[in-house]
Nanobody, 115 residues
């Protein structure tokens, strides 16, 4: 199974982007779908997560600005990002974890916020 992210790019501060992550095959028994990001020289950071029961969690730095959503039937998880700031610049990667704690990872999509 491959995860493919899309939607990254260059945006000005205050702008918006919508990231999408699609799995090449249906993944059964999904526990959670999560977006991570990693900025140059920094550790990977959990951005947002959504569980199989649709409970959501957001990192402190993005809460109120980012919204995670999923379509399990399509094995898709999206991240709507608004009011983007330079500190949001990073490579964003999606992760899908199944009930046996097996992790599927995408290659990432780069988001650059610059004016």
């Amino acid at each position: 199974v491959q995860l493919v992210e899309s939607g990254g790019g260059l945006v000005q501060p205050g702008g918006s982007l919508r990231l999408a992550c699609v799995a090449s095959e249906r993944i059964a028994y999904i526990k959670a779908m999560t977006w991570f990001r990693q900025a140059p020289g920094k550790q990977r950071e959990l951005v947002a997560s959504i569980t199989s029961t649709r409970s959501t969690y957001y990192g402190d730095s993005v809460r109120g600005r980012f919204t995670i959503s999923e379509d399990n039937a399509k094995n898709t998880v999206s991240l709507q990002m608004t009011d983007l700031q330079p500190e949001d610049t990073a490579v964003y990667s999606c992760n899908i974890r199944d009930n046996w704690d097996y992790d599927y990872w995408g290659q990432g999509t780069k988001v650059t916020v610059s004016g």
